[in-house]
Each structure stands twice: as structure tokens, then as C-alpha cells.
């Protein structure tokens, strides 16, 4: 199977910083340095300069291993080696700005990042603080930190942005209070502290700006290359009423190309951190997914609220930075497939506890087919409706976080799902799939685990790979082929069917060995599909009769063949004597 590469974007991109590479052009109404100074500038900033983890900067491996260690299994899947060297080698401003505003707002203590300091600006780097500040520079590598910012960033306007961003500093100011800002330009990006906001008139390249914004900016240093914090030309300069903007120090200007992300909210920014996490966020994250989608424009994607309002998404909502996707806020996602006969669409849907990716394979669809269909996507269930009378073939993949799944610690499970002329539902249950369909039902599925240490982390090998196994070591895969629903679960690391006999919904009817469509009866029906497999296999056809050896190996010898045809004839025949 093919990995799946992260589509993480480190909020790091270093860049040289020129305290004098822009001027006024008259002197501003506001004394920021004196502003500044009585916001605490002069001695709560991190006294490091962003950096680049390289030959000078090593990385210590209880840092990368703290980053494993807390990685879910959704997050585990994005290859977290990758994430990580993404992350460490784009610069440390996130880091830094994090520490910046955690120990002015009182959430951590400086001696937890170095003993005896008595104030932000005393510390400067050793290996002691790199691990620290590494540790927060890996905040953004976690579904949830990565996924708000990003909604953040992909659900408000630019003039929104703008506003959130007066109104969090004003807020945080007048609770003498830091904040947390991203700044993204189409080729810049960069984490600083935020300290407060000034009213008062700036004119800058020919504008007009009535608010500034202070930072503590990790690139701003002097001529010996010592850490400032505080520099009026990193501050970002805004017209309220025109929403215009400039920033001196790097040069970018009124093009409205730029992103600013704020946030206040101290749980969320510290919810993973290495000194003193909460145990509950303030701010609310839940419901907000990523969908992305490799396909042409007339497929189209929906938000679906629990009233059953959907929302149809433009395609300029996709973003670039975030791997043209949509980081969304919704109970589930509706997407219409229309006629995708040229391209073979594929789509992923992840919030913090699920991956799932649903991909028409190609190779089995010709001219003839459609690929005309309604996917529903919410939190339990992935439900799909063929509007023509065949579809082809889809692979599903759902892959689900710990403590999510009763049977921790299997998570990921693969379906191969033959044949779309009837709707079919996919609904994940404690222990299982339970696979519904209004007619009939033709599917693969092979379920794999995630392996543990004695300790409970995901294991990794020497590559930094996680360790997946398939669940059954005596069946491969599971086949269906039913007009019945099934129910598979895991149970021993045995795969294990169930019906539901009475149609109460609880499927509590296990399928016992020699019933190969799942009907609940062992009889003549069930020997011929034995006898068609065996067939089939005689000539070498790849052709798909959907019999698992968990039901069709009656003798439980490897094979499906004559003889557990024979057997199961008997089975039938000795139950029907019985009866």
C-alpha cells in the first residue's frame, strides 16, 4: 500500500530580518518604543533569534520521541518523521512565540525553561532551552493545533481577519495579556508574540494607517546579532476603514495577499505542551474537519449542519499552503460525483479522531461506466448512492484515532467495495463495521492494527515507520457477498461475522462457518457458491465471487474447494434431518 505523505506546512519559513529595510515618512503620533516598554517588552522576550535546526542546532531524539509518543493514530499516519523534519527545519518562531506569550500570561514558570532566570530576556540558548523550545515548535504537528489555525485562516475574509485581529489585541491588552499571531504572505510565513495595539497616525510607501499592532518578532536582532524582541518596523501597521496593511520590516504591503491568524486562548496554545498542559481547551475545535479532494470542478462539496443544511463550498476556498483542502466546520460532508469519466476522484475527510479516504480505482472502470454518485461522510458513517446502475469499484479507507474504537488498538480498516448499483452504507460500531445496503452487498475487507510498546506508544522502526500488522493471521481478507447486512468484527484477532435475525438492529446473530452469503442458513445454495469459487480459481480468473475463507474453508485447510463443497452439502443435509 502506498504511504500517505503528510500535508502538514510548517507556519515557519525563516527570513532574514532588516530593521531598517523600510521608513516613515514622517515620525508616528504614537511613542511605540515607550508603548512597548510598558507592555513588558523590555524583559518578556526570549532573548534567541529564530533558527533552523541543522549541523549547529541538533535535535535531541527525547524530542523527536516526546512528538511520537503523542501522536494519535491519525496523526501517526501522516508519517511523523516527515511532519517532524518539516517542522524543526523551518525555523523555531512558533516555539519562541509560544514560550513568549505562555510565561508573560503566567501559564508556565521561567525556570521550566531554564533554572534561575528570573526574567524571559535573561534566557538564551543551550541545549536545555532548544529541547523546550522544540518541544512548542512541534505543537503545530498535532491535528488539532494544525486544523483550527487553518479553519481560521480558511473560513474568514481577509477584512475578518483584520478585524479579529484589532479586536483580539485590544481584548488581550486590556488584560495585560500576550497573543498568538500568524502571519502568511504567498511566500513568507512567520509565528510571532503579540503584545498590544496603538491608535495614532503612520504613514508608510504613501499610506495611511490609524492602528499598529506590537510584536515581539524572534527575527528582529541588532548589528552583533542579539535578540531585540520588540521593533516598531515589525509591527503591522492597519487602516481600519480600508482593512490595508503594511509590515516594514519585510517589505509587504497593501496587496491584501496576506493571512493573520490570532489567537488568545492559553488551554488551546499550551493543550500539548511539555509544561503544565490542561487537561480541557476553552476553545471549541470539535466538528472541524479537513476534506480534500484530487478531482475536476465539477464535483461538487458540501458542508451538512445537523439541521440538515448544506452548504455548497467555492473552489477558491481551496487553499494552496494546505494541500487544496477545505478545513471546514460541519456535522458531515455531502459530495456529488458527476461523471468523472476522464479523472478518477479521490477524496479524504479527516477530523482529530478519523481519516477516511474513499478513491474510484480506475483500472477496473471502462468508457461505459459513470461515476455519477452522492457521498455522505459524518462522523460514524460513509454512506454512499450510485445514481446510475453501476459505479465501478471504490476503495474505502477509515482509519480511526484510540479511544474511539472499542477494540483498542485496531484502528485502520480497508474495504474494497465491488459493484455500486444499490446504495451502501458503511457504519462504524463498537468492534466493527457493520456494512447496510437496500440490495445487495459485494465487499473486501482486511483490518490492520497499530502496534503498541510496553508502554502504550505507537511502536516504530528503525526508519520511524509505524509497526501495522494485519489483524487475522489465519484470513487475509474478509469477502462478502450477501443480500442481507453484515456485521464484521474483531474478536482474538479472529474475524468474525454477525447478522441480525430479528431486525432489531442488534447484530447478535453470528454467521457460523459454511454460510457464505450471510443469510443465515447453511444449505445447497451456499455448497454451490463453494463450488463456483473453486471453479473459478481452477481457471486462474481474477474474477471476484465474494466467499471468505472464514466461511467458505469449511475443513480449515487454507483452500476453498470441492471439498468444503461436499461438506458443507452434508452440513445441510444433516441440519435439515435434525430439523
Not at 516613515?24 to 503620533?29: K, L, P
Not at 489567537?263 to 493543550?271: K, S, Y
Not at 476553552?282 to 476534506?291: E, L, R
Not at 474483531?490 to 430479528?502: A, G, L, M
Amino acid at each position: 500500500m502506498n504511504k500517505i505523505l503528510s500535508v502538514l506546512t510548517a507556519f515557519t519559513l525563516f527570513t532574514s530580518f532588516s530593521p531598517l529595510s523600510s521608513h516613515a515618512d514622517n515620525m508616528e503620533t504614537t511613542d511605540l518604543y515607550a508603548l512597548a516598554s510598558s507592555l513588558g517588552a523590555d524583559t518578556d522576550y526570549l532573548n534567541v533569534i529564530n533558527y533552523k535546526h541543522d549541523d549547529d542546532h541538533l535535535v535531541p531524539m527525547k524530542v523527536f520521541k516526546d512528538y511520537l509518543w503523542k501522536c494519535s493514530a491519525i496523526e501517526a499516519c501522516y508519517v511523523p518523521v516527515e511532519s517532524f523534519s518539516e517542522i524543526i527545519t523551518g525555523g523555531s518562531c512558533v516555539g519562541i512565540s509560544l514560550l513568549e506569550v505562555l510565561s508573560h500570561n503566567g501559564v508556565i514558570n521561567l525556570s521550566d525553561i531554564q533554572v534561575g532566570a528570573n526574567s524571559l530576556s535573561e534566557i538564551s540558548y543551550s541545549n536545555d532551552v532548544d529541547n523546550v523550545i522544540t518541544s512548542y515548535q512541534c505543537l503545530q504537528g498535532y491535528t488539532e493545533f494544525d486544523y483550527y489555525e487553518k479553519f481560521l485562516m480558511t473560513n474568514l475574509s481577509y477584512d475578518e481577519q483584520i478585524d479579529r485581529l484589532i479586536e483580539t489585541a485590544e481584548n488581550s491588552m486590556n488584560q495585560n495579556k500576550y497573543f498568538w499571531l500568524v502571519i502568511r504572505s504567498k511566500n513568507f510565513s512567520h509565528a510571532v508574540c503579540g503584545i498590544g495595539i496603538a491608535d495614532g497616525e503612520w504613514h508608510w510607501n504613501g499610506g495611511t494607517y490609524d492602528k499598529c499592532i506590537l510584536t515581539l518578532d524572534s527575527n528582529v536582532a541588532d548589528a552583533d546579532g542579539n535578540a531585540l524582541g520588540f521593533h516598531k518596523n515589525a509591527c503591522i501597521f492597519i487602516n481600519s476603514e480600508t482593512k490595508d496593511c503594511y509590515i516594514p520590516a519585510y517589505k509587504i504591503d497593501m496587496d491584501k495577499n496576506l493571512s493573520f491568524v490570532a489567537i488568545d486562548d492559553d488551554t488551546f496554545l499550551n493543550h500539548k505542551g511539555t509544561i503544565n498542559p490542561p487537561e480541557t481547551i476553552s476553545t471549541d475545535i470539535s466538528g472541524i474537519k479537513q476534506v480534500s479532494r484530487n478531482t475536476s470542478e465539477n464535483t461538487k462539496l458540501y458542508s451538512v449542519s445537523a439541521d440538515g443544511n448544506m452548504m455548497l463550498f467555492d473552489e477558491a476556498l481551496f487553499s494552496d499552503y494546505a494541500g487544496k483542502a477545505n478545513f471546514i466546520r460541519a456535522d458531515s460532508v455531502h459530495i456529488d460525483i458527476e461523471n468523472e469519466r476522464e479523472e478518477y476522484p479521490n477524496f479524504r475527510y479527516i477530523d482529530s479522531d478519523r481519516w477516511v479516504d474513499i478513491e474510484i480505482l480506475d483500472d477496473l472502470i471502462d468508457e461505459e461506466d459513470c461515476y455519477n454518485a452522492d457521498i455522505d461522510i459524518s462522523d460514524n458513517n460513509v454512506y454512499i448512492k450510485s445514481n446510475e446502475d453501476t459505479m465501478g469499484q471504490i476503495l474505502l479507507q477509515i482509519r480511526m484515532n484510540e479511544g474511539t474504537y472499542g477494540c483498542s488498538p485496531f484502528f485502520w480498516w480497508i474495504m474494497d467495495i465491488h459493484d455500486l448499483s444499490d446504495d451502501v452504507n458503511i457504519e462504524i460500531r463498537d468492534n466493527g463495521m457493520l456494512l447496510k445496503s437496500n440490495g445487495h452487498i459485494k465487499a473486501g475487507l482486511t483490518p490492520y492494527c497499530y502496534q503498541l510498546d510496553e508502554d502504550g506508544h505507537f511502536k516504530f522502526d528503525d526508519s520511524y515507520n509505524m509497526y501495522v500488522e494485519n489483524v487475522s493471521s489465519q484470513y487475509t481478507n474478509a469477502y462478502i457477498e450477501s443480500d442481507n447486512n453484515v456485521f464484521v468484527s474483531i474478536e482474538n484477532q479472529e474475524i468474525i461475522y454477525y447478522i441480525d435475525k430479528n431486525g432489531d438492529n442488534t447484530y447478535d446473530d453470528k454467521v457460523e462457518k459454511g454460510d457464505v452469503n450471510c443469510d443465515g442458513l447453511i444449505d445447497a445454495v451456499d455448497a454451490s457458491l463453494v463450488s463456483a469459487k473453486y471453479a473459478i480459481n481452477s481457471t486462474d480468473s481474477s474474477e471476484y465471487l465474494g466467499i471468505g475463507k472464514a466461511l467458505g474453508d469449511y475443513n480449515n485447510d487454507g483452500l476453498i474447494d470441492a471439498v468444503d463443497a461436499s461438506l458443507i452439502l452434508a452440513r445441510y443435509a444433516e441440519l435439515s434431518t435434525t430439523k
